[in-house]
Nanobody, 125 residues
Framework: QVHLVESGGGLVQAGGSLRLSCAAS????????MAWFRQAPGKEREFVAA?????????DYADSVKGRFTISKVYAKNTVYLQMTSLKPEDTAVYYC?????????????????WGQGTQVTVSS
């Protein structure tokens, strides 16, 4: 059973930075994708970034975070990070880590099988 634990959320001023972590356990697939989604109050959950575990690391980002957020991984720790810089108030949301058992990145949340509990990120203006 896959278990995902996010950490690193908090309150930060606009222009600041945060780094989210997602520690995964129970992953048995040789190829899989780990992604970050977020959900703001009153809005649907949206794709933020993803990284595919395959022979070559592939990444994808939502247009709204390109150039500001970076997704990365540490293989040995089975952990994925989301480095967030130049944060804006509109980045405020609960951020979720998710995995899918495929090396192909997808941006729709229903294509991900496992989810963490979420971590709150609040950006003040």
């Amino acid at each position: 059973q896959v278990h995902l634990v996010e950490s690193g959320g908090g309150l930060v001023q606009a222009g600041g930075s945060l780094r989210l972590s997602c520690a995964a356990s129970g992953l048995t697939f040789s190829r899989y994708t780990m992604a970050w989604f977020r959900q703001a109050p009153g809005k649907e959950r949206e794709f933020v970034a993803a990284l595919a575990w395959s022979a070559g690391a592939n990444t994808d980002y939502a247009d709204s975070v390109k150039g500001r957020f970076t997704i990365s991984k540490v293989y040995a720790k089975n952990t994925v990070y989301l480095q967030m810089t130049s944060l804006k108030p509109e980045d405020t949301a609960v951020y979720y880590c998710a995995t899918r058992s495929s090396g192909e990145i997808r941006v729709l949340d229903h294509e991900y099988e496992n989810w963490g509990q979420g971590t709150q990120v609040t950006v003040s203006s």
